[in-house]
């Protein structure tokens, strides 16, 4: 939200096996029936897209991924998380702040969120919106990153669950990204799995 939300982008994608394939996604891990693939985006940036099942229904899969003031307990490495302002049901801003290992400085992050519904599939992103609220002088803020979130119902008690990211870190070590974008979407789709 990371960077997992980071994870949090605004094209819609349909991320079925054909596109996966399309897209020159690599499989990295496949662990607790999540797979997560990764590859370099058009700016050579590493990104990757996380995919499960839940056994829930679709809309309460996204009323517990739209509950972001809960976000930082159980989306990786987010130590705090609110929603900062809502405009209406489909559109408003949130606030993360991301623990980094000593002797990274923490970062934050501030994103506005857009949902797309139907009766089949639910499409949530959250884009970067760095200039929303002041700088934190305790926080580096990332000024680029996206997170999409696909909900596509299976049938009325299965749901796939897709997320997309990416986030530009700078002066972070590659292996530190690494750990990112491989660690983070196992942890939070793992514990998402096990609200359900």
């Known amino acids: 939200m990371l960077i997992n939300f980071l994870i949090l982008y ?16 690599e499989l990295r891990k496949d662990e607790n029936s999540i797979k997560v693939y990764l590859r370099k985006n058009d700016n050579n940036v590493s990104e990757y897209l996380a995919v499960t099942e839940v056994n829930s229904d679709i809309n309460s899969i996204l009323d517990f991924i739209l509950d972001f003031d809960n976000s930082y307990r159980w989306m990786y490495k987010l130590e705090e998380s609110e929603i900062l302002k809502k ?15 000593w002797p990274l400085k923490k970062r934050d992050l501030v994103s506005d969120v857009k949902i797309f519904k139907d009766d089949e599939e639910i499409v949530v992103t959250l884009n970067s919106s760095p200039k929303f609220i002041p700088l934190n002088k305790d926080f580096v803020r990332i000024n680029d990153s996206k997170s999409e979130w696909i909900l596509t119902k299976i049938d009325s008690n299965t749901t796939k669950v897709s997320l997309q990211s ?31």
């Open 87 to 101: 405009n209406n049901d489909s559109l408003f801003h949130v606030y993360f702040k991301m623990e980094m290992s």
């Open 166 to 196: 990416y986030a530009v870190i700078e002066k972070i070590p590659s292996f530190v990204v690494e750990m990112f974008i491989l660690d983070g979407p196992l942890h939070s789709l793992s514990n998402l799995r096990k609200r359900f």
């Open 10 to 25: 605004a094209n819609i994608f349909s991320f079925s096996e054909n596109i996966i394939n399309k897209s020159k996604w």
